[in-house]
DNA sequence: TCTATGAGACGAGACGTTCCGTCTTGACAC
DNA sequence: GTGTCAAGACGGAACGTCTCGTCTCATAGA
């Protein structure tokens, strides 16, 4: 019964302006103080602007995240692809582990997960809209690894990503232990062995 | 400036009216809705009374998770250690991938690692009496393993118990993935090849 | 041994505050 | 004119603090 709004009529500025008022804050005081009268205010934006097109908090962190992802650098989309699979995935690993080091994503990363923990759907949107693209990118890569006779060929990617990423992202998460470059460089090692074709078939 | 409470007159009976109160309470309406009014009232326990023993609603929920852990069956402090280790660990992988999926357990679980993403303190106390404990036991069955050649002696016994459970944790934690026995099994087969012992040394 | 007295935890709930999500207003743009 | 905008008033929910009067229990005086 209610009219959905007209996105032409959007204000670009109003959203922008939102959005990066939801990263200041949440860096600026963490998650748990993030309020929507908070970024509307930071904003310079009326409570409803933000009510209007946003259905919840965790989708204003969704976006907010969303966008930082957008407008770096467009590296996300094709990995390092040397020939060597070890020195390519240590690259990546190490830069990982730099990436989640960073204040300036660490607070919103966080707030986004936690958001997801709690949200199926949000998760089906995390899932779809970030880290989807992203794992088909990483998957590409282990693919021409098969290829190359570096890795399984029967081996299940799915699987192969997150024996290779999730030790990584718990121990971020849950800061059960230091996160260092030494520690990128193991789990690829571990992970190259799991994963390496069979010497007999 | 303030006189810390005199736990020897602590209430026993408040304190299990409570924390069985929030366990109910976190099954029946989710996480995002639990209360400390709503916890108080349906335990028959002034507000105060939660005030004075927990200093936040995520400390409640471990207490409250931590006591559900004591009460069950004494199984978690010793591992299966029948000789045969990848059996030994498909039992328990399976074991664990069953533990998600019961409901009782699902809705504490999340919203404890849901609280932890954004407590460090809260994440530093639950490694301290429910992670650490664990993974020492499942660390001493590990042990054993090396000391019958079955996995490398050298091994990283931190990193092994990350191979192993992180994917499943992630794949549970972010819905990432259907969570199954068979998912369970590949997981300590490829395991078991990341971390046996090197033929020629 | 008996009692009474004081400290402190208890259930209950009032209180001011913060934030929620909705609604109203007037300005401005298309 | 119609719809979005900034600003903010509004009622409701939950917060965390506080003040009641009741209770339990350990200590001490009789």
Same mark, same amino acid.
């Given at each position: 019964?209610?009219k959905?709004p007209n ?10 302006a939102?959005l990066?008022a939801?990263? =200041?804050?949440?860096? #600026?005081? !963490?998650? $748990? ?7 509307? /205010?930071?904003a310079g &934006? ?7 097109w946003?259905?919840?908090?965790g ?8 966008a930082l992802s =957008?407008s770096?650098? #467009?590296? !996300?989309v $094709? ?7 070890e /020195?390519?995935?240590? &690259?990546?690993?190490?830069a990982?582990?730099?990436e989640?080091?960073?204040p300036?994503?660490e607070?919103?990363?966080r707030?986004l ?8 759907a949000?998760? $089906?949107q995390y899932r ?5 693209p ?14 190359a ?15 290779l990423?999730a ?15 030494e520690?990128a ?17």
């Open positions: 019964m209610v959905p996105p032409a009529r959007r204000s670009e500025h109003s959203r922008q939102i990066t939801a990263r =200041e804050l949440i860096a #600026e005081m !963490g998650y $748990a103080k993030l309020t929507i009268e908070g970024i509307a /205010a930071r &934006v009326g409570k409803q602007t933000i009510y209007r946003w259905p919840s908090k989708a204003v962190i969704f976006d907010a995240f969303l =957008e770096g650098p #467009e590296q !996300g $094709a990995l390092p692809d040397t020939g060597d699979l /020195a390519d995935l240590k &690259v990546v690993m190490r990982t582990v730099a989640f080091a960073d300036a994503f607070g919103p990363i707030a997960n936690a958001e997801i923990v709690n949200d199926p949000l998760a $089906a779809e809209k970030l880290g989807g992203v794992d088909e990118a990483k998957k590409a890569r282990l693919r021409n690894a098969q290829r006779g570096q890795l399984a060929a029967d081996a299940d990617l799915d699987l192969a990503l997150e024996l990423y030790p990584l992202y718990q121990r971020w998460l849950l800061r059960s232990g230091p996160l260092t470059p520690y460089d193991a789990l690829v090692e571990v992970f190259l062995k799991a994963m390496r074709p069979d010497v007999v078939r």
